[in-house]
Nanobody, 125 residues
């Protein structure tokens, strides 16, 4: 399985950005795909996830209402639309994939065997 993340960049506070994560090598529709982020000097944290074929979405409290995760099954791609960006959103964003994650573990790094390379998002004040 290969995950290719893209879309990061430098933006100002209040701006929007859309990240993409394309998955190849495995069945996409039945799997869960999630975005995590790691800010400088901090642990990696869950941001948003889309769960298996049902497509239910989950968010961290810090991004709920500002970020939206979606999936295009035809393109094997998951998107993270980030609106009203804040300086504290600055981080390396990584996508993760699992065909076996269960709902209770969707926010755990250890639940995902496959990761993309990360894309840097920098939000200036």
């Amino acid at each position: 399985v290969q995950l290719q993340a893209s879309g990061g960049g430098l933006v100002q506070a209040g701006d929007s950005l859309r990240l993409s994560c394309t998955v190849s090598g495995r069945t996409f529709r039945q799997a869960s795909t999630t975005w995590f982020r790691q800010a400088p000097g901090k642990d990696r944290e869950f941001v948003a996830g889309i769960f298996r074929s049902g497509g239910n979405t989950y968010y961290s409290d810090s991004v709920k209402g500002r970020f939206a995760i979606s999936r295009d099954n035809a393109k094997n791609t998951v998107y993270l639309q980030m609106n009203s960006l804040k300086p504290e959103d600055t981080a390396v964003y990584s996508c993760a994939y699992s065909s076996s994650v269960i709902l209770s573990t969707i926010r755990r790094e250890s639940a995902y065997a496959f990761w993309g390379q990360g894309t840097l998002v920098t939000v200036s004040s």
